[in-house]
């Protein structure tokens, strides 16, 4: 069955909601912002370490993304073999109370949640 596209409403390209949850709005971006406002500068093996059930290609992916909308930075190490570390950018740190407030709701109405 072919599926027909809806028209998109032009408001709806500047909502500033579905723009910047469409950025770091998937699980893997908040799970990566987390460890790295936690544990603060982090390279990629301790990333993946702590995210067991995410692959090193989506790792990957969503790290690179986040560097590009600014939200961490990324310095690698001339060195054999090459060294990454990853960290928050003051951007990156300022969404993290926002963050938190979330993971708070979470834990607090996870059984409401999880449970439908």
Same mark, same amino acid.
């Given at each position: 069955?072919?599926?027909?596209?809806?028209?998109?409403?032009?408001?709806? $390209?500047?909502?500033?909601?579905?723009?910047? $949850?469409?950025?770091?709005?998937?699980?893997?971006? $908040?799970? =990566?912002?987390?460890?790295?406002?936690?544990?603060?500068?982090? +390279?990629?093996?301790?990333? /993946? +370490? /702590?995210?067991?059930?995410?692959?090193?290609?989506? $790792?990957?992916?969503?790290? +690179?993304?986040?560097?590009?909308?600014?939200?961490?930075?990324?310095? =690698?190490?001339?060195? =054999?073999?090459?060294?990454?570390?990853?960290?928050?950018?003051?951007?990156? /740190?300022?969404?993290?109370?926002? =963050?938190?407030?979330?993971?708070?709701?979470?834990?607090?109405?996870?059984?409401?949640?999880?449970?439908?």
């Amino acid at each position: 069955m072919k599926r027909i596209a809806k028209p998109v409403d032009e408001r709806y $390209l500047n909502c500033p909601i579905r723009n910047v $949850l469409d950025k770091f709005g998937d699980k893997w971006s $908040l799970l =990566v912002l987390y460890y790295l406002h936690i544990e603060g500068t982090m +390279r990629f093996s301790e990333l /993946n +370490r /702590n995210m067991v059930d995410c692959s090193q290609k989506m $790792l990957s992916q969503t790290l +690179r993304r986040l560097e590009q909308i600014g939200l961490l930075s990324r310095k =690698v190490y001339p060195e =054999v073999p090459p060294r990454t570390e990853y960290t928050l950018t003051a951007t990156g /740190n300022s969404l993290m109370p926002h =963050v938190e407030g979330l993971i708070g709701w979470s834990v607090q109405h996870f059984g409401e949640i999880a449970g439908k």
